[in-house]
């Protein structure tokens, strides 16, 4: 069974940094796509980054401040974050499916599995 859970959230200044992980059990990230999304309160989930074996891909709004890897070893996926700003305020989420994504990197409904999200604010 596919579980995803989420750490590294919290509260920091605007222009601070969070590191979030995201700890993945009962599978090996080979052959999987995984993505980092958020959503704050009253908006949709947006897709923030993603990564495979092939490519990394991220939303307009956090290139260049943001940068998603993941450690084969440990089973883990981060989603470094630099320069936050109130904006980024949401609940994070980390999300896998077991393919090779070509298209629809940031999408959410290509995703399978999700974890239960860690809550990121930024003040100003």
């Known amino acids: 069974q596919v579980q995803l859970v989420e750490s590294g959230g919290g509260s920091v200044q605007s222009g601070g940094s969070l590191r979030l992980s995201c700890s993945a059990s009962g599978y090996t990230f080979s052959g999987y796509s995984m993505g980092w999304f958020r959503q704050a309160p009253g908006k949709e989930r947006e897709g923030v980054a993603h990564?495979?074996?092939?490519?990394?891909t991220y939303a307009e709004s956090v290139k260049g401040r943001f940068t998603i890897s993941q450690d084969n070893a440990k089973n883990t996926l981060y989603l470094q974050m630099n320069s936050l700003k109130p904006e980024d305020t949401a609940m994070y989420y980390c999300?896998?499916?077991?393919?090779?994504?070509?298209?629809?990197?940031?999408?959410?409904?290509?995703?399978?599995?999700w974890g239960q999200g860690t809550q990121v604010t930024v003040s100003s």
């Open positions: 999300a896998a499916v077991s393919a090779t994504l070509q298209f629809g990197f940031l999408v959410p409904e290509w995703y399978t599995y």
């Open positions: 990564i495979s074996t092939d490519r990394t």
